[in-house]
């Protein structure tokens, strides 16, 4: 009979590539994924990998086998969820979420709260993670949940096996220190040519639209002086040292002392929060994504007012 947990780590090598990666992904050592996954293709009666290079790929029987896992590990979640809500006599089960930092703060923590209350038998497990690294672990069922962000004209992959829905829409704003010449009612992008700027690391998604921005709406190429993911960092940087910056609405909703915001002259620039699950869903996933939709509507009540 085949072993679900060898399933897993079959479908784990098959998204990452390489067996060393797995084994990181999973916290086993790689000689005991391969030892597992040795006896998973003796149970199978065939070859389920063949190595090319240092990579490895899966044979037409491990594609079967991976095709199948998704069903059937999809299969012992909805089942132990089941259990785990008649034992409780109401919607019980874990369910984990990624979310970005902002959005961690603004929406996800609130809805835990709420959840503590409406749903005491959900226990959620909630980490902050960025999207590139949260969709695999979504797809491999590490986790549940993710909340995700899309800056206007920067899409992100569509994955036909998850499910996406809309959470709010925010607009970014120009950050300045306080007494910048440059601070307008609207702050025209293509007078900020010599300053210096402040933004995420490079290949995030928050980067590149602050140099897509700066490059489309001011004919320039920004002096990126200053990186940390931490756009809570990014905003002290602003204050301290001068620099200008473009964040999002759940960043400076709650005070920012010692900068002045306002929205750039040339354009409407905004970005998507969005919530991502796999297609098949749980009576506790289904709440938990109740909970953050309710949370991101009060989210942008309170921006109304």
Not at 45 to 71: D, F, K, S, W, Y
Not at 187 to 200: E, F, T
Request: hydrophobic fraction near 45%; include cysteine.
């Amino acid at each position: 009979m085949l072993d679900l947990h060898r399933l897993r780590l079959l479908r784990e090598v098959h998204d990452r590539g390489t067996v060393h990666g797995a084994a990181r992904a999973l916290g086993y050592t790689p000689s005991a994924v391969s030892q597992q996954l040795s006896v998973l293709e003796r149970e199978a009666g065939t070859p389920l990998l063949e190595r090319i290079g240092r990579n490895v790929r899966l044979t037409a029987a491990g594609h079967v086998l991976v095709r199948h896992a998704a069903t059937l590990l999809e299969g012992v979640e909805a089942a132990e969820a089941e259990l785990a809500s008649v034992a409780a006599g109401r919607v019980a089960g874990v369910v984990r979420i990624a979310s970005f930092q902002s959005a961690f703060l603004r929406i996800v923590a609130p809805a835990v709260r709420a959840l503590a209350q409406t749903h005491p038998n959900i226990r959620v497990e909630a980490t902050e993670g960025e999207v590139e690294q949260a969709v695999p672990a979504l797809r491999l069922q590490q986790l549940d949940l993710v909340v995700g962000d899309e800056y206007d004209g920067q899409p992100r992959p569509v994955h036909a096996d998850l499910q996406r829905e809309p959470l709010l829409r925010e607009h970014i704003r120009v950050v300045l220190p306080e007494g910048h010449p440059e601070v307008k009612a609207r702050v025209q992008i293509s007078r900020l040519a010599d300053i210096a700027w402040a933004a995420c690391q490079p290949g995030t998604g928050h980067r590149e639209m602050q140099v897509r921005v700066c490059r489309e709406y001011g004919g320039f190429e920004p002096d990126l002086r200053y990186s940390s993911d931490d756009f809570l960092i990014l905003l002290e940087l602003v204050r301290t040292t001068g620099a200008a910056a473009l964040l999002p609405d759940l960043v400076l909703r709650h005070g920012t002392p010692g900068v002045v915001v306002r929205r750039p002259a040339e354009a409407d620039v905004g970005r998507a929060v969005y919530l991502l699950t796999r297609r098949a869903r749980t009576p506790p996933v289904d709440a938990v994504a109740a909970a953050l939709r309710d949370s991101a509507r009060k989210e942008m009540t309170a921006e109304s007012h």
